[in-house]
């Protein structure tokens, strides 16, 4: 028997993978009430995106998958880093220099999966 999955996908948003992979790591292998209560709870900028990447999730294994929303599971969350081409900025520093600013951005990917 074929496991259903379903997926959600946030591209290009505007915050370092760095900070969007502690977030992830609170979630992870949660029970899909439970790791959006730690998300409401978190004082973090980037809770607010992945609450509703989470929620994008559910609603997808809902309408596509018809899985059942009380066994739903975080069961693999990860971030990937976008593109730096178009976000580089310049710092003035001493003596005439100018120093690179990298505007980073996330790719953040969401599994949940129904538990047995």
Same mark, same amino acid.
């Given at each position: 028997? %074929? @496991?259903?999955?379903?997926?959600?996908?946030?591209? *290009?948003?505007?915050?370092?993978?760095?900070?969007?992979?502690? #977030?992830?790591?609170?979630?992870?292998?949660?029970? #899909?009430? *439970?790791?959006?209560?730690?998300?409401?709870? @978190?004082?973090?900028?980037?809770? &607010?995106?992945? %609450?509703?990447?989470?929620?994008?999730? #559910?609603?997808?294994?809902?309408?596509?998958? %018809?899985?059942?929303?009380?066994?739903?599971?975080?069961? &693999?969350? !990860?971030?990937?880093? $976008?593109?730096?081409?178009?976000?580089?900025?310049?710092?003035?520093?001493?003596? $005439?220099?100018? !120093?690179?600013?990298?505007?980073?951005?996330?790719?953040?990917?969401?599994?949940?999966? &129904?538990?047995?």
């Amino acid at each position: 028997m %074929e @496991t259903k999955v379903a997926k959600a996908y946030l591209k *290009q948003l505007r915050v370092s993978p760095r900070k969007v992979k502690i #977030v992830l790591d609170l979630i992870r292998n949660k029970d #899909v009430a *439970q790791a959006a209560a730690i998300l409401k709870n @978190t004082n973090k900028m980037v809770c &607010e995106a992945v %609450e509703k990447l989470l929620k994008s999730a #559910v609603a997808n294994a809902e309408h596509n998958y %018809e899985m059942d929303i009380e066994k739903l599971y975080v069961a &693999e969350c !990860f971030v990937t880093p $976008g593109i730096l081409k178009n976000m580089k900025r310049v710092m003035p520093r001493a003596q $005439g220099r100018a !120093f690179r600013i990298i505007k980073r951005t996330s790719h953040i990917t969401i599994t949940l999966k &129904e538990r047995d």
